[in-house]
């Protein structure tokens, strides 16, 4: 069969004879994330580094187009498919800023605890890979137990482990189960159990240190100019959160700082993580705390499904089920950009609505998007080991990138 | 504040302006964007290109918006600009001399839409791939329309 190839490489020749191309991917076992990376080297140093990504692009925007609003909530949880529950708040969110809806305290309290607790997995994820890569196993295994309690914990919750779905616009699809919060607390303590060791197994690490530290460099005003946003952009120092700057959510009442990095490297990036994974635990015993009784959805039957109990004795709920089911939420025209701080960084949602039950125009700003479009300053100047450490520490999640 | 600076001074660069959801929102044509961004940049701290797409009206004279978000570090401020463009000549200027992130979101406004950025010296396909045909975020392009890069097997 004919070898067809999705983009050419503007590095088909190398400028000096004596360097090599070399194809990294876009499957390969090193890199956790489906992007081609083809790098000019010199020895073993590159000069240059193209980056492809896309292998993974499914249309998302088109679809979102042809679906009513609730049915994109699925589509959300594949964007970032290690933290589904910030894709489906911050999706909601901007569903909800254009109908005008303010969702009940019980549900913003709730929305910012699982946000949280849905971050701690994702950078465990990330750590977890990283090092798993540069050979560390104990480790790896460690995070990733801590990752399968509060999976496991997240399906009694949900019914999923990893696409949630668990959002609905105007509130969530079921309350707490009994005994939840509980064994919250018992997954905070033993996620701090174990992430001491992983500090021990990796923080004065000698062979950690000498992977991470000082590759991958980058400044911030670099990072500012490739449009880069949450750890990575922290790390170079600048404390820029959406959580902090334009608090959303219930984000303003908690108490929490935004842990920065020193110079901009792979341990840094890997650090910071680790401080704010601290962090989102210390929020979410804040949240336990706050949590309101109270109802979970609005009362808006503009947008919430009647309860069953009506649904079979009267007529008007069974319209009102049948229309929000068969023609979806019409949402007024309008548009609306929003974003939250997902554990990657900046995700945005730019919603067009011409009044209509399906949205006109839905656009995501995936945050791995744009580290992907300024990767290539990280690895030129540095190993062609170093690859591996960069591309882990971007943490590229190909459902955001490619979309 | 930066919103009524850019109402006050800067609005011989743009059209009109109004508020969305707590966001200023500017429209303008696209010779001025050159020279607000850059003014945007240095004078506001508007150094983060957050994000940039179109949205395509088909029966709309012009026919395409192409909507630019930005954030001001130092005002900690969004900002959205529009610039329409129409069908025949869908040309706004390239942002890749002011930001680095203007090189990837170009490249997939582009080949989504079809939007031309003059000037930026690399447009090649990025989430689809060499060879194909149409736009497939333009409205006219049916969502069925299947252009697989190796043939299904048979």
Redesign the interface.
């Known amino acids: 069969m004919e070898y067809k190839s999705p983009v050419r490489s503007y590095l088909e020749e190398t400028a000096d004879p004596k360097n090599v191309l070399v194809n990294l991917g876009p499957s390969h076992p090193a890199t956790h994330g489906t992007i081609q990376v083809i790098a000019e080297l010199d020895g073993e140093t590159v000069k240059k580094a193209d980056i492809h990504c896309g292998y993974l692009h499914r249309g998302f925007e088109k679809e979102a187009e042809h679906h009513t609003y609730h049915k994109i909530i699925p589509y959300t949880d594949r964007l970032n498919y290690c933290s589904s529950l910030n894709n489906n708040f911050a999706y909601a969110a901007t569903v909800e800023a254009l109908l005008g809806i303010e969702i009940t305290p019980r549900c913003k309290y709730l929305r910012t605890l699982l946000a949280e607790y849905n971050r701690i997995a994702d950078h465990v994820t990330c750590i977890a890979a990283t090092v798993m890569e540069l050979g560390g196993m104990t480790a790896f295994l460690y995070l990733m137990t801590i990752r399968d309690y509060i999976f496991e914990h997240m399906n009694h919750l949900t019914g999923a482990r990893l696409t949630y779905s668990y959002v609905r616009i105007g509130g969530m699809a079921r309350d707490l189960p009994e005994g939840w919060l509980g064994r919250l607390e018992e997954i905070l303590q033993f996620y701090e159990r174990y992430i001491e060791r992983i500090h021990g197994l990796l923080d004065r690490n000698r062979i950690f240190i000498d992977r991470t530290r000082n590759t991958g460099v980058l400044t911030t005003e670099q990072a500012l100019s490739w449009g880069y946003t949450g750890p990575i952009l922290r790390s170079t120092g600048a404390a820029i959160d959406i959580r902090k700057d334009t608090p959303y959510l219930a984000y303003d009442e908690l108490d929490f700082e935004v842990p920065v990095g020193i110079k901009g490297d792979n341990y840094d990036r890997y650090y910071v993580r680790m401080r704010e994974m601290d962090e989102s635990v210390h929020m979410v015993r804040q949240l336990i705390k706050l949590l309101p009784e109270g109802p979970l959805n609005v009362s808006d039957h503009r947008v919430v499904l009647p309860e069953k109990q009506h649904l079979y004795r009267e007529t008007e709920p069974v319209i009102n089920h049948f229309k929000l089911i068969m023609e979806g939420i019409q949402v007024p025209a309008g548009e609306v950009y929003l974003s939250h701080e997902a554990p990657n960084g900046e995700l945005g949602f730019y919603l067009v609505s011409d009044g209509s039950g399906r949205p006109y125009k839905l656009h995501v700003r995936g945050p791995s998007f744009l580290h992907m479009g300024g990767m290539h300053t990280l690895l030129e100047g540095y190993q062609l080991a170093d690859i591996i450490a960069t591309f882990g520490s971007m943490n590229m999640i190909g459902g955001e990138c490619d979309r | 504040m930066p919103y009524s600076t850019i109402q006050n001074d800067f609005n011989a660069l743009f059209e009109r302006s109004w508020d969305?959801?707590g966001?200023l929102v500017l429209e303008l044509p696209a010779e001025n964007l050159i020279p607000l961004v850059t003014r945007l940049k240095t004078e506001l701290g508007f150094?983060?290109?957050?994000?940039v797409?179109a949205?395509?009206y088909p029966s709309r004279e012009p026919r395409f918006d192409v909507?630019y978000?930005f954030?001001s570090?130092q005002y900690?401020k969004?900002l959205?600009l529009k610039v329409p463009v129409t069908e025949s000549d869908p040309t706004v200027a390239t942002l890749t001399g002011l930001?680095?992130?203007a090189?990837?979101?170009e490249r997939?406004v582009h080949e989504?839409y079809g939007i031309k950025f003059a000037g930026n010296p690399?447009l090649?396909?990025?989430?689809?791939?060499?060879g194909f045909v149409g736009h497939?975020?333009r409205k006219d392009?049916p969502?069925d329309r299947e252009q697989p890069?190796?043939d299904y097997r048979k």
Not at chain 2, 124 to 130: A, T
């Open positions: 969305s959801f966001m150094t983060s290109f957050l994000d797409t949205v395509d909507v978000h954030y570090v900690k969004r959205r930001f680095g992130s090189n990837f979101m997939e989504m690399d090649r396909p990025i989430l689809l791939y060499e497939p975020l392009y969502i890069l190796v």
